[in-house]
């Protein structure tokens, strides 16, 4: 079962970078975490030790940590960099 999940994660990752990327380049961390967890878990269908659980789950969290704070850090400079563009879509849904 671990295999579609792999497959899952990669294909998730292919899809935003080839129909996401011009949105935001918050796009680009999301897709190397999405590679990764295809990566992580296809290595452990074919290790026999268990890389979801023990101090290999600490690892995968850790990484999950730093995409996570990658990602708000990139959107926030996104948001400063182009303050009126919230604004313009508030605009929008109020007429």
């Given at each position: 079962?671990?295999y579609?999940?792999?497959?899952?994660?990669?294909?998730?990752?292919?899809?935003?970078?080839v129909?996401?990327?011009?949105?935001s380049?918050?796009?680009y961390?999301?897709?190397?975490?999405f590679?990764?967890?295809?990566?992580?878990?296809?290595?452990n269908e074919f290790?026999?030790?268990?890389?979801?659980?023990g101090?290999?789950s600490?690892i995968?969290?850790?990484?999950?940590?730093?995409?996570?704070?990658?990602?708000?850090?990139?959107?926030?400079?996104?948001r400063?960099?182009?303050?009126?563009a919230?604004?313009?879509?508030?605009?929008?849904?109020?007429?």
């Amino acid at each position: 079962m671990g295999y579609v999940y792999a497959v899952l994660w990669i294909f998730i990752a292919m899809l935003l970078f080839v129909r996401f990327k011009k949105e935001s380049k918050i796009v680009y961390p999301i897709c190397l975490y999405f590679l990764f967890l295809g990566g992580w878990w296809l290595a452990n269908e074919f290790i026999s030790e268990d890389l979801l659980k023990g101090s290999y789950s600490w690892i995968l969290r850790a990484v999950s940590v730093g995409v996570l704070t990658v990602c708000i850090i990139v959107y926030f400079l996104e948001r400063k960099k182009f303050p009126s563009a919230g604004k313009m879509k508030e605009e929008e849904k109020e007429e």
